[in-house]
């Protein structure tokens, strides 16, 4: 088995979610997290469970920043000797290939995280995401002088050694990814690139993310939270 949990947040997940877990579950074990999703879904993550999922239920929809906290809280406690965590959407728009490609880089490169950019393929990102992902970068940037082609992406390796910093964070939606994003290059833990596809259905229909909302609503909660850290050592 690979040294990397693997873990999937999913709120109203696609219907290929259970096979995703039986790909996975091959080399890797899995943690599913259903984030309060209705119960028209339950038929769903009980076929994750049957293909070998772990599978976690928030009785009310807490965000994909908690979801991620419940998953990473669980596999500490669960599986002490994994070295990472490999994060992943439960929409279907991660090719399995580059899921492995993610997971083998990630056992070559424990201590870094690494993110899964498909902004190296921008011309074949939806308007409305590759515009709330451009926008986030922009802002992030010029807040923090690192550039991430891509801050947005939920195909993520995450260093085991983190999870202590990582649970402390106190953001419960998508701000979570952001300002975890912001704490790997303060504190200077190696942050990698690597380019993926993305497969959209319907023009990412089936994304919970609102560009413009959410992306100021990250924003606002990166210049709060850098803020207070800057403060706090005055």
Known sequence: MSPVACLIPAYQPEAALPELVKILTKTSAVFVINDGSPS???????????????VLRHAQNQGKGAALKSGFAAIHKGVGKAVGVLTLDADGQHRIED????????TQHPE?????????QANHVPWRSRFGNNLASLLFEARTRTKILDTQTGLRFYPASC??????I?????????????????????????PIQTIYIDGNRSSHFKPLRDTFRIWRALNSFINSYNSSKK
């Not at 028209?40 to 772990?54: C, H, M, Q, V």
């Open 40 to 54: 028209r879904y339950d038929s769903l993550f009980e076929e994750a469970a049957r293909a070998g999922a772990k």
């Open 170 to 194: 106190p953001y419960d939606r998508y701000e979570f990814e952001m300002i975890a994003l912001y704490e790997f290059v303060r504190r200077g833990i190696a942050v990698q690139e690597i």
């Open 99 to 106: 899921v492995l490609k993610v997971l083998e880089y990630s």
């Open 163 to 168: 999870f202590s910093w990582l649970l402390e």
């Open 112 to 120: 870094s995280l690494i993110l899964g950019s498909r902004m190296t």
